[in-house]
């Protein structure tokens, strides 16, 4: 697997770039089909999180669908161990979503799995905020004013199955994904219930 590691107004040194490969070297145990993965580290200087100034995002691409995550820390280590586990549990779910599909056991529940874990480490794990955290603390009051879109993104969609959907949400780590159905040609979303149970919302 090739392994590009960038930085936004950041300099990479080499030490960090052969931790980088270590971490990233157990990924292939899960997905054997990915061959590259990029790397990004940016400094975001936030007075009000300054434990939260580091971000690292971590692409990677395989000859399924792209796998993405990302997470902040105080420094470029911790913010790429948050990365790692996240993409880790991302390409688990999927692995375990096939194998259900396939009419495997059910495995055992997201809330299961996670009901010993406290907030502050549910937050870090899956990048949700903390019930402890103050929701205004991610923003600069002088940038960002109550009810404006802080993001947008576009993506290019190809019709796919409800299925690969699925999958596709997984990987990138949300609770939903929007597509173009094959079948209907409509757009849908598909969505996490409980546990393994999904949804799926549809426009006609």
Excluded: W
């Excluded at 950041?10 to 054997?32: F, G, M, N, S, T």
């Excluded at 874990?117 to 019930?131: D, E, R, V």
């Excluded at 997984?170 to 939903?176: S, Y």
């Amino acid at each position: 697997m090739e392994i590009v590691v960038k930085g936004l107004n950041v300099e990479v040194p080499d030490h960090y770039r052969v931790h980088v490969a270590e971490k990233l070297a157990k990924i292939e145990r899960y997905d054997h089909k990915v061959y590259r993965a990029d790397v990004e580290l940016f400094h975001e200087p936030n007075r009000r999180q300054h434990d939260k100034s580091q971000r690292v995002e971590i692409t990677l691409a395989s000859r399924g669908p792209v796998i993405r995550s990302e997470a902040c820390g105080k420094d470029f280590y911790t913010a790429l161990d948050l990365a790692v586990t996240k993409i880790n549990a991302q390409l688990r779910r999927a692995a375990d979503r096939r194998r259900v599909h396939r009419g495997a056991r059910t495995p055992v529940s997201v809330a299961e799995a996670t009901a010993a874990l406290s907030a502050q480490q549910m937050a870090q794990l899956f990048g949700a905020p903390s019930a402890v955290e103050n929701p205004a603390d991610g923003y600069d009051q002088d940038e960002h004013l109550p009810g404006q879109i802080v993001r947008e993104k576009t993506h290019a969609a190809e019709p796919i199955t409800i299925d690969d959907a699925l999958s596709q949400m997984e990987l990138v780590g949300h609770d939903f994904f929007l597509f173009l159905d094959k079948e209907s040609g409509h757009p849908s979303v598909v969505y996490r219930r409980r546990a393994y149970d999904y949804g799926v919302i549809r426009l006609t």
